[in-house]
């Protein structure tokens, strides 16, 4: 009786579309961290110049509430490459008061392994509680544009761990222009400073 076991992954994928008589380039059909793209053929998307990847792990009860997770902030290289230029982990607000023992394993973790960023960035693991991280990493990543383009969010199953960051929810209240009875499922936020 063999000890390997069976890991089944689902992903999304879209197929770009070339217009007719074109044929399709070979590194477009193919994943990769290359945004050489940006210098824009008409038709291809344009990757954004930074990349926000993250990944969140969870209690196992019936909440499955935050933790702790990882990020790596990404730019790209002269090459069009993504290169990580900031790593960290993030923790539950509460993991320092509810669970001491987690909290010293993540900053052992933090004073023993460093970042894999090039020589000229920081080499430290950064150790930031769920807040920190939305206001000092991600809101700064998605919502104050470089080069004009926000980060481009990366995690593997974004949705839920997005969710996982989220502290509150509610209703939508604007309107959208045309159709007085659908919310367009936004809310204004305020981003501290």
């Known amino acids: 009786m ?3 076991k069976l890991i089944l992954l689902h992903a999304h994928t879209e197929i770009l579309r070339c217009p007719k008589g074109r044929r399709r380039r070979k590194a477009a059909t193919t994943a990769s961290t290359n945004v050489s793209r940006n210098r824009k053929e008409p ?3 344009r990757w954004p110049e930074s990349a926000l990847v993250i990944d969140c792990e ?3 009860d019936e909440r499955q509430s935050l933790t702790f997770g990882f990020y790596r902030y990404c730019r790209a290289d002269a090459n069009g490459m993504y290169v990580c230029v900031a790593e960290g982990i993030f923790h539950a607000d509460e993991l320092r008061e509810t669970d001491r023992e987690a909290m010293s394993i993540l900053e052992h973790y ?7 960023t090039p020589k000229d ?3 430290r693991l950064r150790l930031l509680s769920r807040s920190e991280f939305m206001r000092q990493v991600f ?6 544009p470089q080069n004009g383009a926000s980060a481009l969010i990366v995690g593997f199953n974004l949705p839920f761990d997005l969710s996982r960051l989220a502290v509150e929810c509610s209703k939508a209240r604007l309107r959208i222009p045309g159709q007085a009875d659908q919310h367009s499922g936004m809310k ?3 981003i501290p400073g």
């Open 58 to 60: 969870t209690s196992t």
């Open 110 to 116: 933090v004073d023993t392994v460093e970042a894999q």
């Open 188 to 190: 204004p936020i305020t």
């Open 121 to 123: 960035y920081r080499h």
């Open 43 to 45: 038709g291809e998307p």
């Open 2 to 4: 063999s000890d390997d």
């Open 139 to 144: 809101w700064r990543a998605t919502l104050k």
